[in-house]
């Protein structure tokens, strides 16, 4: 592994610097960051206490920072230190100012206003949280999505990704013993999705499940051919109602979720009558 160091320097909560910084680090196989993340980074003392960190462990740096002063003043250290120095927005609002022709705001934190739209990802978030694993399930008419699957298939992450994009997700375990919720098949409104996964991927995930919590791992939770019947049963009934299918086994919950939100799209086209003349 090559080891080094990393900083995510923002001037607001740092989300938009590391995702794209984590998405850059896993094309490299065999390396290791040691990442410094600086958020809410506002003022040139701010600044100055963060160059001592990187003049005493070199590294990539990586920003979002809308004070011209403040970026000038981190480009002018980092060239002198021969160090890069990378803006992850700055091609994307130079493109789109270009375009538009119009010049940006220099509000940090612009992303994160108080406007509606923060307060509907609030409320997806809630409504998630809320209708977890099989919660309060006579409220899933009211869900944008609902994620169905065997224990361990990521449905509560994916369904909290989804809701910090301001859908309202809701998730109901597949048990093969225990019946589903009545309403599940008659719901109109909401997306209904089915994940599978691959027996032997799940198996090493429950194992590990069960290890974390220092349990045994004889049990039926953890049993081959159990699980084998668990994932066929499951695809039987998605089939048996129309709902689509997403595996699970080689997917980042982000690649989950942008799947899901394609079918989301299709459903809601379908439900209010768009594009019924081409099928």
């Known amino acids: 592994m090559r080891q080094f160091h990393l900083y995510l320097i923002s001037d ?7 995702s794209v910084a984590r998405a850059a ?45 403040m970026r000038d003043r981190l480009r002018q250290f980092c060239g002198d230190l021969n160090l890069p120095c990378v803006p992850v927005l700055a091609r994307a609002i130079s493109e789109m100012v270009a375009y538009l022709g119009i010049e940006t705001s220099t509000q940090p934190g612009r992303k994160h206003l108080l406007n509606e739209e923060y307060f509907s990802r609030v409320e997806a978030v809630n409504f998630a949280l809320a209708h977890d694993d099989g919660q309060a399930t006579w409220e899933l008419e009211e869900a944008d999505i609902v994620i169905v699957g065997v224990s361990r298939t990521s449905k509560s992450p994916t369904c909290v990704y989804l809701a910090n994009r301001g859908f309202k997700a809701a998730n109901v375990p597949f048990v093969d013993s225990c019946p589903l919720p009545e309403n599940l098949l008659t719901l109109k409104r909401p997306l209904i999705v089915g ?41 039987k009934l998605y089939a048996r109602q129309g709902w689509p299918v997403i595996d699970v086994t080689r997917r980042a919950i982000e690649e989950t ?17 768009y594009g019924s003349q081409n099928g």
């Open 25 to 69: 680090v896993a094309q490299f196989e065999d390396v290791d960051p040691e990442e410094h993340v600086w958020s809410l980074v506002r003022t040139p003392a701010q600044l100055e206490k963060v160059l001592e960190t990187i003049e005493a462990h070199p590294g990539v740096v990586m920003y979002t920072l809308v004070n011209n002063e």
């Open 195 to 235: 994940l599978t996964i691959d027996p032997d991927r799940l198996e090493q995930i429950r194992k590990s499940r069960l290890h974390s919590l220092d349990q045994h791992t004889e049990t039926n939770y953890v049993d081959r051919e159990r699980i084998v019947a668990e994932i066929a049963a499951s695809r």
């Open 12 to 18: 607001s909560t740092g989300e938009t610097v590391s």
């Open 257 to 273: 979720a942008a799947t899901i939100l394609q079918h989301h799209d299709r459903h809601c086209e379908k439900r209010l009558g």
